[in-house]
């Protein structure tokens, strides 16, 4: 689904990814974890089109999409959910889900709105509420229900459960392996809290300092009583 391979990629002059190298299977929920810092929504802002690319491949569905536009990853079925500002606020619910599906025809936009509603209860009873008026639970459920609207078929998730109630961490994270397992979608997911994110994630790559310091089966995590040296 997804190949990186020896990527590098920074901020202006200064590099903060070096030859990171991982994969994302079909149907697969891959985390990234690591310290702040580490390098790890940069990994995926690189993959997603959001920074230049200085070194290495990307790419999706075998074939390459290395320094391609977001726009037109978009385009091809990759959605990035950010960890913050990842609704329009000013817009209803509603009008966020039409937002999220420009590239997708209108008749298309129809049937998934309503699939979209089906998944989500709360969103189909708050259609007509301000996005900035609803709780950060609310906002990260529609953030996803607007992947689901794009068509994506790989979802780059950047710290889902950042400022969440832990009881709405758990429903977040439920919803995310709903996804892979009733719509077939793939994700690459930053996360801080292994705990939820071992869950449902199939392998683990730990970043240092912007480099693979261990790919590791989540399974294997998941019998572990601590992962703080994995950090």
């Known amino acids: 689904m997804l190949s990186i391979d020896r990527l590098r990629t920074g901020y202006g002059a200064r590099e903060a ?4 190298s991982l994969s994302v299977g079909e149907g697969e929920v891959v985390t990234l974890v690591g310290h ?10 690189a993959a997603m089109g959001l920074l230049p690319v200085w070194g290495g491949t990307v790419s999706f569905l075998g074939r390459p999409i290395t320094n391609s536009s977001s726009a037109a990853n978009v385009r ?33 936009a129809a049937g998934i709105r309503r699939d979209v509603f089906a998944l989500l209860p709360v969103l189909a009873e708050r259609r007509t509420q301000r996005a ?3 709780s950060g ?6 953030s996803l229900g607007m992947a689901l609207m794009s068509q994506a ?10 400022g969440l109630a832990p009881v709405l961490v758990e429903q977040v994270m439920g919803l995310v392996g709903r996804l892979v397992v009733e719509r077939g979608l793939s994700v690459l997911m930053v996360e801080q809290n ?21 790919e590791e089966d989540a399974a294997a995590l998941r019998r572990r ?7």
Do not use: H
Request: some cysteine; aromatic content about 8%.
């Open 132 to 134: 900035g008026t609803m």
């Open 194 to 214: 292994v705990d939820q994110a071992l869950r449902i994630a199939d392998r683990v790559y730990v970043l240092r300092a912007g480099r693979i310091a261990a």
């Open 36 to 45: 702040n810092g580490a390098g790890k929504t940069t990994t995926l802002k």
């Open 153 to 162: 078929r790989l979802l780059l998730l950047d710290e889902p459960s950042l």
């Open 17 to 20: 990814v070096f030859d990171v």
């Open 76 to 108: 091809r079925g990759l959605c990035m959910v950010l960890e913050d500002d990842f609704v329009f606020r000013d817009l209803t619910v509603e009008e966020n889900l039409q937002v999220a599906a420009f590239t997708t025809p209108a008749d298309a």
């Open 137 to 142: 639970g609310e906002r990260r459920m529609l």
């Open 225 to 231: 009583s601590q992962w703080w040296d994995l950090f």
